[in-house]
């Protein structure tokens, strides 16, 4: 599956921002979604996953209460609303899928956030 984000920018400490990923296969409904981000020298961290059918989500700590994750299974797509930014959440953000019970299988291209102080 081809995955394509989109939503990045440059916003200020406490803005908002909503990421998208848009999947190209129908069967995107089965996959678990997830969310990842990576600055220069550091791993990729994971950021939020959801369920196939968003009933369950999952958030790393610093991102609770600030970040959503949500998805859309008729347009193929997923989404992470951050709220209340701080300049820590600067990253190259990653959208991904995965089939299976671990390790995402797919990856998109990342998209860059920057939030300034």
């Known amino acids: 599956v081809q995955l394509q984000a989109s939503g990045g920018g440059l916003v200020q400490t406490g803005g908002s921002l909503r990421l998208s990923c848009a999947a190209s296969?129908?069967?995107?409904?089965?996959?678990?979604m997830g969310w990842f981000r990576q600055t220069p020298g550091k791993e990729r961290e994971f950021v939020a996953g959801?369920?196939?059918?968003?009933?369950?989500?999952y958030y790393t700590d610093s991102t609770k209460g600030r970040f959503t994750i949500s998805r859309d299974n008729d347009k193929r797509t997923v989404y992470l609303q951050m709220n209340s930014l701080k300049p820590e959440d600067t990253a190259v953000y990653y959208c991904?899928?995965?089939?299976?019970?671990?390790?995402?299988?797919?990856w998109g291209q990342g998209t860059q956030v920057t939030v300034s102080s």
């Open positions: 991904a899928a995965r089939a299976g019970p671990t390790g995402y299988d797919y």
């Open positions: 296969r129908r069967t995107f409904s089965s996959y678990y």
């Open positions: 959801i369920s196939w059918n968003g009933a369950m989500t």
